[in-house]
Every structure is written in structure tokens, then in C-alpha cells.
């Protein structure tokens, strides 16, 4: 779903970054090994280094599902008796949720599905496209596009970075008039068809499968495969070049097999 009016919001919104070794095009061998939360209103903070075979100068972490338990006890803490907890990160559906959901996956942490995951990316863009002369959207750019002290020797230290969010998003909110955060929501614990390239926010609400795995099973089962073919056939079945005239559903036609080997191990999934 889209959240563009704060009283669809139900729940603390917490800003989360992290820092990992490895390539988001192999989400799966990646390993996070810095982990920093900040809700909103800067009241609650959570950090943790996480111990990796890759993280030498690291060795008195401690593991990763330690640091997921106590990083998810923190989050219930947040979330007190409220609905659920909407953890924002920048390029967060097609980078940090993918990572943190795989390497929870991987220790056998349980993501709860009172998570929800937000795109302050996402968020950005859709209130800037208006504007002319536009930043760069990668954080250091945002930042000093808005005016938000930014130290680049500071940089990629997931607590650091996560507290620069939080006050850009607190400060464009104020000096734009919108809300803290707007756009597509999606449960942590489910992969999002936004894995696909060039589905954004507006085809996936757009999409009735709005996980990856549903949508490709709902492609197999009515083709076979995920070819070019016959993903444009699922697009078709579900009308979205109807609903969405200007969507280019040929070339995510082409995305659709991409992802799933990526995330689902689309070569198992169909044996």
C-alpha cells in the first residue's frame, strides 16, 4: 500500500542504517556488520557492531543473531502496545531490507510482521519532482542540499548516518510542509516486487501481488517459466498497462527472472 496522509501511520517510525560487507546483487552472502536505529524523534537510540568472518578489528562483537534478538527486543520496546514499527531507510526495498532480511534469514532471527519497511529515496523524489535543479538523492547530496550538517569522515558509520537521516527528514518536512515520511509500506519479513527494476512505488500498489515470491508463483503457475513472455502475460491478466498507461511493462518483463534468481533461487523454486 501507499501512505501519503500520517493518519494512516500506526506506529513509531524509527530510522534505521547499516553497514555490510559484499554486494546488494548477491544480498545473500552478505554480512552486516554495523547496525544503528534513531527513532524520529531522537528519543531512543540502537547501535551494535556485528561479529563477520570479515570484520578482523571487530572480534569482540557480538554475533549476528545476538545483535537481530536484541536489535528486535529494542524495536518492541519502541513499539510498546502501537500496531507496528515503520523502519525507514534510504533505497531501503532495494538494499537495506533485501540485506537485513537475508542475513536475519540466515541466522534464524524470526522478523516479526508488525515491521514494516518505508524508502526515504522514494520519499524525496516524489516530493521533489517539481523541482527544478534537483540534488543528487543519495544521502551526503540530501543532506547538503537541505542544509543538515554532513562530515564525510563521519560517513558510512551506521549510527552516524542514520542520526543524519533522521534530522533531513525532520528538516525537509518542516521546510517542505509534508509529511515525515510518504510512499509504499512493506512487511521486512516478505521480499517486495520492488526488487524488480522498474517497478517503483506507484506499480507496486499497481501490482495484486505485491511480494516477489507471490508474483512469480502466480507467473509460473500460469506459464511455466518467467520468460519475457510470459511475465508481459501476468502484466496483461492483471491490467496494469490499463491502470498505469505510461508503464513500461515489456522492460520489467525483463527484470522479473533477474530477481528471482537474485532472491529466491528462482532455479530451485521451479523444480
Known amino acids: 500500500m501507499l501512505i501519503n496522509d500520517p493518519a494512516d501511520i500506526h506506529g513509531p517510525l524509527v530510522v534505521m542504517d547499516m553497514e555490510w560487507t559484499g554486494d546488494t546483487k548477491n544480498p545473500q552472502r552478505t554480512h552486516v556488520y554495523d547496525i544503528a536505529c534513531v527513532s524520529i524523534d531522537g ?3 540502537y547501535q551494535s557492531y556485528v561479529f563477520t568472518m570479515c570484520s578482523g578489528a571487530m572480534v569482540e562483537a557480538p554475533t549476528a543473531a545476538a545483535v537481530f534478538e536484541s536489535w528486535v527486543k529494542w524495536l518492541e520496546q519502541v513499539k510498546g502496545d502501537q500496531q507496528n514499527v515503520y523502519l525507514i531507510a534510504h533505497n531501503a526495498f532495494r538494499s537495506d531490507a533485501p540485506v537485513l532480511y ?12 508488525w515491521l514494516l519497511v518505508m524508502d526515504s529515496l522514494h520519499h524525496f523524489r516524489y516530493h521533489m519532482r517539481h523541482q527544478k535543479n534537483k540534488p543528487k538523492f543519495d544521502l551526503q547530496s540530501m543532506a547538503l542540499a537541505n542544509d543538515v550538517t554532513f562530515d564525510l569522515q563521519c560517513m558510512h558509520a551506521a549510527q552516524y548516518d542514520a542520526a543524519v537521516l533522521q534530522t533531513l527528514l525532520c528538516k525537509f518536512s518542516d521546510q517542505n510542509n509534508v509529511p515525515l515520511i510518504t510512499g509504499a509500506v512493506h512487511p521486512l519479513s516478505k521480499l517486495s516486487t520492488m526488487l524488480v527494476r522498474g517497478i517503483g512505488p506507484v506499480v507496486f500498489d499497481a501490482l495484486p501481488d505485491k511480494t516477489l515470491y507471490t508474483m512469480c508463483c502466480a507467473i509460473i503457475k500460469a506459464s511455466g517459466n518467467l520468460s519475457e513472455e510470459s511475465c508481459e502475460l501476468y502484466f496483461k491478466s492483471v491490467y496494469l498497462q490499463e491502470a498505469l498507461p505510461l508503464c513500461h511493462t515489456a522492460n520489467i518483463s525483463k527484470e522479473v527472472a533477474n530477481a528471482a ?7 530451485e523454486l521451479v523444480q
Open 261 to 267: 534468481r537474485r532472491h529466491l533461487q528462482y532455479l
Open 102 to 113: 537475508h542475513n536475519m534469514q540466515r541466522v534464524g532471527v524470526r522478523i516479526p510482521d
Open 43 to 45: 528519543a531512543s537510540t
